[in-house]
């Protein structure tokens, strides 16, 4: 079993910034490949960021790419995701998950446990 706990969420203007960090517990944080992913109301949960085991592989969608940034500390089981040149269209409930192996993925299938999320609202 692995608990992930999201936090970091609020309301930011556009142009703004927000940190969001993933409390990892159980199995082993610093085996597991990670993800963010996010879901704006009416819309499918979609891919934002990944990175491996041990950080040095990361991918990012293109609508996020060169604002935010993934990263983690095994030593601290928590990964965080650095949120850069907030837009509107960045509204959503974050979700962190941790994948089946220890790699990096942008396909949700390859995740096996999610946070409850943490809600980032954008205002323009």
């Known amino acids: 079993q692995v608990q992930l706990v999201e936090s970091g969420g609020g309301l930011v203007q556009a142009g703004g910034s927000l940190r969001l960090s993933c409390a990892a517990s159980g199995r082993t944080f610093s085996k597991s490949g990670m993800g963010w992913f996010r879901q704006a109301p009416g819309k499918e949960r979609e891919f934002v960021a990944t990175l491996s085991w041990s950080g040095h592989n990361t991918y990012y969608a293109d609508s996020v790419k060169g604002r935010f940034t993934i990263s983690r500390d095994n030593a601290k089981n928590t990964m965080y995701l650095q949120m850069n040149s907030l837009k509107p269209g960045d509204t959503a409930v974050y979700y962190c998950?941790?994948?089946?192996?220890?790699?990096?993925?942008?396909?949700?299938?390859?995740?096996?446990?999610w946070g409850q999320g943490t809600q980032v609202t954008v205002s323009s």
């Open positions: 998950a941790a994948a089946k192996t220890a790699y990096s993925s942008s396909y949700i299938s390859e995740y096996d446990y």
